[in-house]
């Protein structure tokens, strides 16, 4: 901002600002199977399809919960994840196979023609789930642990299965590593 601020010539000089130090960013929370066991029997029952697909495909919750039916293709088993539901503004095209393609068809069967959305509860969209989240890690003895942590835990899930790291971060839409 201030580099365009001298720019425009709106700033005489722009402030030194430390950067922070990215070597200390390393990101810690993870889940491996058997706690997302516990966790997912501890969720509410509209909660789980929901939170067992971001586990699975690393997807960001924002947008899991605005997934349409129109972006499923469950003859070609794929989800097209269009631009505007994407974070780094690219399109995604994400695989339905074993487990992660028996969910889709679940929640595509037990769709609400009132309600667009692939998840929803009551024909509404899921909202926010923090709070039902929490209680679900809190009884499950999971301390510490975020919605955003099944992003991490899927690609790392990928990598121990035998896929590419480069593979495993275009699947989940990763720009940089994670791990």
């Not at 201030?2 to 922070?20: C, K, M, N, T, W």
């Not at 989800?79 to 690219?90: A, D, F, T, V």
């Not at 074993?98 to 889709?104: E, I, N, P």
């Not at 009884?139 to 990928?158: C, E, K, M, T, Y």
């Amino acid at each position: 901002m201030f580099s365009l601020a001298r720019q425009g010539e709106d700033l005489v000089y722009s402030p030194h600002i430390q950067q922070l130090d990215e070597s200390d960013n390393v990101r810690q929370g993870f889940l491996n199977p058997g706690e997302f066991v516990k966790l997912h029997d501890n969720l509410p029952a509209y909660l789980k399809p929901i939170i067992e697909f971001l586990y699975l495909t690393g997807m960001r919750s924002r947008a899991a919960k605005k997934l349409q039916h129109k972006h499923i293709d469950l003859e070609a088993q794929v989800i097209r994840l269009p631009i505007e539901l994407s974070k780094n503004k690219k399109g995604l095209t994400i695989p339905l196979r074993g487990r992660l393609l028996v969910l889709v068809e679940s929640a595509w069967n037990n769709r609400s023609l009132e309600c667009p959305y692939l998840f929803h509860h009551k024909s509404e969209p899921i909202g926010d789930f923090r709070k039902a989240f929490d209680a679900a890690c809190a009884a499950a003895g999971l301390q510490g642990i975020l919605p955003h942590d099944l992003r991490r835990s899927a690609v790392r899930n990928f990598i121990r299965a035998g896929v590419k790291e480069t593979v495993a971060m275009r699947l989940s839409g990763h720009r940089t590593f994670c791990l």
